[in-house]
Every structure is written in structure tokens, then in C-alpha cells.
Nanobody, 118 residues
């Protein structure tokens, strides 16, 4: 079965840290491109970070220097380490995969809530 399942969200104070995990099944971990997205209430979904099959990474300006994306192919899991969290990081976080390099994500997780209190 092809699916992505996020975990690790929760409530944290500003300045704290969380690590999100995205468990992949159905060989998704070898996807051309995987990424983390987030959607805050009343806002559009936005890309937070992405990682290619080869390990190249890309980050939104708002999280550079604070968040780190990684993937462990052996564990079939992608991670998002989030440090120095801010209230504006509050959102539902989704992982997604573009398995074939077609320019759009064809698999999405169900999302995990991250809430940062001030």
C-alpha cells in the first residue's frame, strides 16, 4: 500500500523544538522528491522544505537555519527537525512525495498539528 503517515506534532512553547516523522510505505522513500508542507488557518498551503532522492535540500526563507529536513532510506522515514520554533510556525504539517519527478506531489500524508505558544 502506498501511503505516508506523519507523526510527532504537538504543543510546544516558543523557542522549543519538535521532530516530525513521515513514515513511507510502498517504496515511496525512493521518490524523486519529498517534502514537508504546512497550512495555517486561513492561509494557503506552503512548502517548508524538500529533499531530492540524491539528498539535495531546499528550504523556505522563513525556516532557513531553524529547520532541517532529512530522510533515512533504510527506515523508510523522512524527518523534519524544527528548532527555535515561533508562534507563526503553528500549522498542520503534511509530508508529500513526487515519486516520478512529474512536477507535482502524487502522494500526501494526512497531516499533523504543530502548535507553538508564545
Amino acid at each position: 500500500q502506498v501511503q505516508l503517515v506523519e507523526s510527532g506534532g504537538g504543543l510546544v512553547q516558543a523557542g522549543g523544538s519538535l521532530r516530525l516523522s513521515c513514515a513511507a510505505s510502498g517504496s515511496i522513500i525512493s521518490a524523486f522528491l519529498m517534502g514537508w508542507y504546512r497550512q495555517a488557518p486561513g492561509k494557503q498551503r506552503e512548502l517548508v522544505a524538500s529533499i531530492t532522492r540524491g539528498g539535495s535540500t531546499n528550504y523556505a526563507d522563513s525556516v532557513k537555519g531553524r529547520f532541517t529536513i532529512s530522510r533515512d532510506n533504510a527506515k523508510e522515514t523522512m524527518y523534519l527537525q524544527m528548532n527555535s520554533l515561533k508562534p507563526e510556525d503553528t500549522a498542520v504539517y503534511y509530508c508529500a512525495a513526487d515519486r516520478w519527478g512529474i512536477g507535482r506531489n502524487d502522494v500526501w500524508g494526512q497531516g499533523t498539528q504543530v502548535t507553538v505558544s508564545s
